[in-house]
């Protein structure tokens, strides 16, 4: 069972790049979101989506970018990396409309040097 | 603004004690509150609690959910250095999930 993949479990980037992290999802959850975590300040939602097509602003929009082609997909862009971004990112899926569980990718360490 | 407010930010132990972890939230269109355990990478699951007053259990981890007073503990007894992590407590609105900064547990032997 894949559940929640997320791709690169690292990267270094240098300020200005830019790139894309993947996050695949096989339980044909409708709901994905993008979370970022820094020491000391728990889970903050960046994006989310509740199905293809769709996708909203969370807490800490600013300086990335969501698209949701397909139910399974739902990647991340950082258009110009800065190292304010530099974070551990996660990206988890659910059901929509049920009181269910979110299950997490196992992160991507991203370092903006 | 919504918010979710975890207390203590951190605590220290040792083996044998009972802890009490609190989370406080004010959100709108609330929909269920989870909490989660976080060890060295994903969080993951422990409880969800959707109506007030009805106690979750897993062996030695407990949690209870107050609509009215608007908060949630999650108790746990007889610690084991295995219960070391971070705890997260998390609100499920409508189309999101927002969590708290969580609580740090650490049980010494």
């Known amino acids: 069972n894949a559940g929640v993949t997320q791709t690169p479990k690292f990267q270094v980037l240098k300020t200005g790049q830019s790139m894309t992290l993947q996050c695949a999802q096989d339980m044909n959850h409708e709901y994905m979101s993008w979370y970022r975590q820094d020491p000391g300040m728990g889970l903050r939602l960046i994006h989310y989506s509740v199905g293809a097509g769709i996708t909203d602003q969370g807490e800490v929009p600013n300086g990335y970018n969501v698209s949701r082609s397909t139910t399974e997909d739902f990647p991340l862009r950082l258009l110009s990396a800065a190292p304010s971004q530099t974070s551990v990112y996660f990206c988890a899926s659910s059901y929509v409309g049920r009181s269910t569980e979110a299950f997490f990718g196992q992160g991507t360490r991203l370092t903006v040097v | 603004e919504d918010k979710v407010v975890q207390s203590p930010l951190s605590l220290v132990v040792h083996e044998g004690d009972t802890v009490t972890l609190n989370c406080s939230y004010e959100?709108?269109?609330?929909?269920?509150l989870l909490w989660y355990k976080q060890e060295k990478k994903a969080p993951t699951f422990l409880f969800m609690l959707?109506?007030?007053?009805i106690e979750k259990k897993s062996g030695r981890l407990s949690s209870i959910l107050d609509k009215k007073e608007l908060f949630s503990i999650l108790n746990i007894t007889a610690t084991q250095t295995g219960d070391s992590a971070v705890y997260l407590c998390?609100?499920?609105?409508?189309?999101?999930?927002?969590f708290g900064a969580g609580t740090r547990l650490t049980v010494k032997p």
């Open positions: 998390a609100v499920r609105r409508s189309n999101d999930m927002r």
């Open positions: 959100v709108t269109n609330f929909r269920s």
């Open positions: 959707t109506s007030s007053g």
